[in-house]
């Protein structure tokens, strides 16, 4: 088939299962022009390269008029570039990270294996349980609940809103997208005005939450309204639509790997470079649908023009047999193993650390567990965006002994 | 003995990052032989990099800077012996305790020392520091911590302007000394340096341009300095930051092409011999090491920095147990960093190998920014202050001998000032307090350099 189809292909939800075949499409001519006018850029170093290309915007406002997408009135620092997202990026980091707050993620450590257990716990005795479900969706929805300061309680209130924002987050055009990309743009002001609702409750009565920490920050440290709906949107919603992708893919990866699995349950050690193989091997956001060239690109001999839709592949650099030895092959001891999984760059991941830390205490309590399990269904029912891709469910079978 | 060597006899003068990473290196490769690390200091390879920021700041202990180790390098350490001599022709290293190490294969990795204050006499006082060492790192951070009135810090290099920096962080006056125009100048060329002389005032550093340190006062204990222009310094502390001497001295009748500016050796490491042939067993990493380099017109390059250190280590190491073919050229792109002021500042390339230079992303205004360096029409080096992100993007520009001005078109909203490169007023080294922490040892672009020994 023709490659200027990939992008339809990659939209196309039977291929949510296994993209890799198309991605390994891609990677044949390097960067593909697609019908619609856009360009995939699939190979490992073209897309290291790009993240450090200043003439690589993250402002969708920089495309041609026939591209235009409509941005929200207040981006969120991802779709921006800088000195915008620094000013912003650098306000957000304040109470998360260092330099203003190093020890903020380390110290959730104890937290996480706390609710993790209290999840584990809440299992006992069953036989069947959907690690989506019962796990690792309410793991990262409690940790970052706790961490901004949103009362857990109010879940199924953000979570539609989430799941609406999320579901515009897929590569087709036209009226059905557009639909979409409406109701996202409402489900986005709810929510910020929600966020921003619980932020205002705690204007000078802090607690050690991030919402509290935006609200309370000295003037010149201070988001406005607008800006703290719209950072207060994306971390809730990054802070849990993406780990819940990270553990699901660790289990369905370590289900279909037993050698492996066996392999981490003697040797617990090799965790950390576990999860960095998972986020190499089944990264939780695939591509990156929004950069935009300032000028024309030479990428891979080929040349991209300015103001074009650029969608790099990140899924698909993980896996360039240029980069990695036996790229197919999940290896938890793989060696030099710096994937592309976090991105890179100005914009690599803001919660990485977390996301990391997530991983290793949710896939390290369950692992003992997963001696005897089998997966019920493989391929699982995948969730609707190519972007941010995972199971919907994962439902497994635990023998009864070990519960 | 030429070829390929697994077992056999293995010695490393000098044991600290280059040392230590060869020797892991040759493990690595499957080195099965005896090895052994000498090295003039009684400790165990540790870094030097946190030796003049957290260490001065009181946040980590002097003796906290152990380096890791990647795999165990199975060495026999001589540590706290000096080497003192090399026989080529028996093939051993004399030791200052009388003992030779006779070796199939050599790797020289002693990198410098602190250029200490010409005045013996001056630089006994009490009081009057080099910052080198991790032992010479304690002390100072012990007398900082003791709350010192003002402490005069001599030349403005990378290393005077860390240690001025940790001054002002721990609420100290500092007054710096620098015979150049402007702090860093020697490495960043003038418009950073008009830069980083902004910062170090606004951070209350008490800087002095233009002016020579003519003598240390003291009668037993450093109480002040008298400067060229005939003012004096009352302070409690003096550290003299004059740049580094290599470790050469115990080379000299090795027959190797070794002098101030260290030990030549060829792409691959290897040394030369004073006539300019290429030995076979001899090779030579780090500090102490002139190299040539195709990106600078091969040039011969000594450079100081952390990553030249465990990069050439790495390629010495391979080449000293591969056979000719197989063996490696050492062709990073030079790369360091400095934190000083609040400011990260990171290079990569060499800015002086420059006759302009562009700020091609952020401005001077905002305190962020990526400066561009450029020789004859091509990108040479690049300097990013507070936006170490986009270096990688500059790195590849310089690796392709990518055209000078870069093309406009920054996502920064950076308005098209590429078009307006200004000279980048490097200056000769001869002129400044502190050395040269990259030392162009054939010619500049612009004109001869004729030092070859400082006056000391």
């Not at chain 1, 196309?12 to 006018?37: I, M, W």
């Not at chain 1, 000295?218 to 990054?238: G, Q, R, S, Y």
């Amino acid at each position: 088939m023709a490659v200027d189809t990939l992008l339809e292909r990659i939209n196309d939800y039977a291929s949510r299962p296994d993209p890799y075949p198309l991605y390994a499409e891609l990677r044949e001519v390097g960067v593909a022009r697609q019908t619609d006018g856009s360009y995939l850029v699939g190979g490992y170093y073209d897309i290291a390269a790009l993240f450090h290309d200043p003439r690589l915007s993250s402002d969708r406002r920089n495309r041609a008029a026939e591209f235009a997408a409509p941005m929200p009135q207040q981006p969120s620092f991802i779709q921006l570039d800088d000195p915008e997202h620094h000013r912003l990026r650098g306000l957000a980091t304040r109470p998360f990270g260092p330099p203003h707050s190093p020890g903020r993620v380390d110290a959730m450590r104890g937290e996480i294996t706390g609710i993790t257990d209290q999840l584990i716990a809440s299992l006992q005795g069953r036989t069947r349980i959907d690690i989506v479900d019962d796990f690792a969706y309410p793991l990262p929805v409690t940790v970052i609940c706790r961490l901004l300061g949103v009362p857990r309680d109010d879940e199924p209130v953000f979570h539609t809103w989430a799941t609406t924002i999320i579901d515009s987050l897929d590569l087709t055009s036209g009226a059905d997208h557009d639909e979409r990309t409406r109701a996202a743009d409402r489900a986005r002001e709810e929510m910020g005005r929600y966020l921003v609702g619980l932020a205002e409750q705690r204007r000078g009565r802090p607690g050690d939450d991030m919402l509290s920490a935006f609200i309370n920050a000295p003037k010149p440290a201070a988001l406005t309204h607008d800006e703290l709906a719209a950072t207060a949107v994306l971390l809730l919603i990054a802070g849990h639509e993406t780990t819940v992708n990270l553990i699901t893919n660790g289990v369905l990866t370590l289900l279909r790997h037993p050698d492996q699995l066996d392999l981490l349950r003697r040797e617990p050690a090799l965790l950390p470079g576990a999860v960095e193989e998972l986020l190499r091997y089944e990264p939780p956001v695939q591509l990156l649908p929004q950069r935009t060239p300032l000028t024309d690109l030479e990428v891979a001999d080929t040349t991209i023009p300015k103001g074009v839709p650029v969608v790099l592949v990140l899924a698909s650099g993980n896996r360039d047999p240029k980069r990695f030895r036996d790229p197919d092959r999940f290896d938890p001891t793989r060696p030099d193993n710096q994937h592309l999984g976090f991105g890179s760059g100005i914009h690599i991941c803001y919660g990485a650390p977390l996301a990391r830390i997530e991983a290793q205490i949710a896939l390290g309590a369950l692992i003992p567990r997963l001696g005897t399990a089998t997966l019920v269904e493989d391929p699982p029912p995948y969730r609707h965006s190519p972007v941010l891709r995972g199971p919907r469910h994962l439902p497994i079978e635990l023998s009864p002994s070990r519960g | 003995m030429p070829g390929d060597l697994r077992e056999g006899r293995i010695v490393i003068v000098g044991a600290s990052l280059a040392g230590l990473r060869a020797a892991e290196t040759l493990r690595e490769k499957g080195f099965t032989g005896t090895l052994t690390v000498v090295g003039d200091e009684p400790r165990p390879p540790y870094d030097r990099p946190p030796l003049s920021k957290q260490v001065l700041l009181g946040k980590a202990a002097a003796n906290a800077t152990e380096l890791p180790t990647r795999w165990d390098p199975d060495a026999e350490w001589r540590l706290g012996v000096r080497a003192t001599g090399l026989d080529p022709i028996g093939k051993r290293v004399l030791l200052a305790d009388g003992e030779s190490l006779p070796f199939d294969r050599l790797l020289i990795a002693t990198g410098t020392r602190a250029r200490p204050w010409p005045n013996p006499q001056e630089a006994a006082l009490d009081g009057v520091f080099t910052l080198r060492t991790c032992d010479d790192a304690g002390r100072l951070a012990d007398r900082l911590a003791a709350g010192p009135r003002r402490v005069l810090v001599i030349g403005a290099g990378f290393t005077g302007s860390e240690i001025a920096s940790a001054c002002r962080e721990r609420g100290i006056e500092v007054t710096v000394a620098e015979r150049g125009p402007a702090p860093l100048v020697g490495a960043l060329g003038g418009t950073l340096s008009r830069l980083a002389a902004g910062m170090q005032r606004a951070h209350g550093v008490d800087l002095r341009c233009g002016v020579t340190v003519t003598a240390l006062r003291g009668n037993g204990r450093f109480t002040g300095a008298d400067l060229s222009d005939g003012s004096r310094i009352d302070a409690d502390v003096c550290v003299v930051a004059m740049g580094a001497v290599r470790n050469v001295e115990w080379l000299a009748d090795a027959g190797l092409a070794a002098g101030p500016q260290g030990v030549a050796c060829d792409a691959g490491c290897r040394a030369f011999n004073m006539y300019g042939i290429v030995t076979d067993d001899v090779f030579v990493a780090g500090d102490v090491s002139r190299f040539p380099h195709p990106l600078f017109d091969y040039q011969m390059l000594s450079l100081e920095h952390w990553g030249n250190a465990v990069a050439q280590a790495e390629v010495a190491a391979h080449n000293m147990v591969s056979p000719g073919p197989l063996r490696r050229p050492h062709l990073a792109v030079p790369v360091f960093w400095s934190s000083q002021f609040g400011f990260n500042i990171k290079s990569v390339g060499v800015p002086t190998f420059s006759d302009q230079v562009v700020i091609a992303q952020g401005s001077l205004a905002a305190r962020r920014l990526v400066a561009v360096y450029g020789y004859r029409g091509r990108i040479t080096a690049a300097v990013t202050v507070n936006m170490a992100k986009w270096l990688e993007y500059y790195q590849r520009l310089i690796e392709t001998a990518a055209p000078f001005p870069p093309g406009p078109g920054a996502a920064d909203g950076h308005p098209l000032v590429t078009e307006f490169p200004i000279p980048s007023d490097v200056p000769d080294p001869k002129g400044l307090s502190h050395g040269p922490t990259v030392a162009l040892t054939g010619h500049l672009p612009d004109r001869r350099l004729t030092v070859v020994r400082r006056a000391c």
